[in-house]
């Protein structure tokens, strides 16, 4: 899906294809894939129009603290992070924070993914993403000029449902929810240790000795079949991992 407003913003199509519980609905405009789907909308003066896209499969420095950036070694990279900070800054964009942003000099292509700290999953909705793509786009105008800026390719998403966590410090954040958590154990964590991934539900940290204690979350992954819950045993299976052998963290929906 793409928004246009001065710059191209794309929207990931996954916020509008359905509603997931605990995301909330969006009301504004409903999105339905059909071969009859016209290639565009027009929605308040902006010209929406559907893109099927793959994902990028490119990670962000986990272990960072505060966003991730990469401007590539390009000028107008570098000004789209004082623009999406400027952006973010005011009191209306409060509840935002900057997740990523990536710039590609071959391509002249910016991707801007944005962090809804109010919604428990992180999930920044579509009015979120239009008033953050419209007013950034205004604001590449103002700095590098309409045409410069329009030859910039942008794509704004939000961070997304199976989001990745940053390590150690968003593992308290999304507490009780269930996580894919790929980590190793044995071997001291080293080149020979074994890597397990499994769908997890965050106990505890201790930020002192830099550990983590995990049980086994309740999801249909982990249920025997036919079940509708974990069984006694698998219910009281812990994991004690320390944040060196966590490898990488998401959070998992039960689809």
């Known amino acids: 899906m793409r928004i246009i407003c001065s710059t191209v913003a794309h929207v990931r199509k996954s916020l509008a294809s359905e ?133 910039i390719e942008t794509e704004v998403s939000s961070v997304g449902a199976e989001r990745p966590v940053r390590l150690p410090g968003e593992l308290e954040r999304f507490q009780g929810l269930p996580m894919r958590v790929v980590f190793t154990k044995g071997a001291d964590g080293g080149a020979s240790a074994a890597v397990s991934d499994k769908v997890l539900q965050l106990l505890s940290v201790d930020h002192a000795i830099g550990s983590s204690e995990w049980a086994l979350a309740d999801v249909r992954a982990n249920r025997a079949q036919g079940r509708a819950k974990l069984s006694s045993r698998a219910s009281k299976e812990r994991w004690t991992l320390p944040f060196s052998a966590l490898q990488r963290v998401n959070l998992h929906l039960d689809m």
């Open 19 to 151: 509603e997931v519980d605990g995301f909330g609905e969006y009301e504004p405009i409903a999105f339905e894939d059909s071969e009859d789907f016209g290639d565009s909308l027009e929605l308040d003066g902006l010209a929406l129009e559907l893109e099927e896209e793959a994902e990028d499969d490119a990670l962000p420095d986990l272990a960072a603290i505060g966003p991730t950036i990469d401007t590539d070694g390009t000028e107008w990279g570098a000004v789209a992070v004082e623009v999406a900070q400027g952006v973010l800054g005011v009191p209306e964009m409060a509840s935002l924070e900057l997740f990523l942003l990536r710039a590609q000099a071959r391509r002249k292509a910016l991707e801007i993914r944005i962090d809804q700290m109010e919604d428990r999953y992180g999930s920044a909705s579509l009015e979120d993403i239009q008033a953050f793509s419209c007013a950034f786009a205004d604001a590449m105008e103002a700095r590098l000029g309409e045409q410069r800026a329009g030859e």
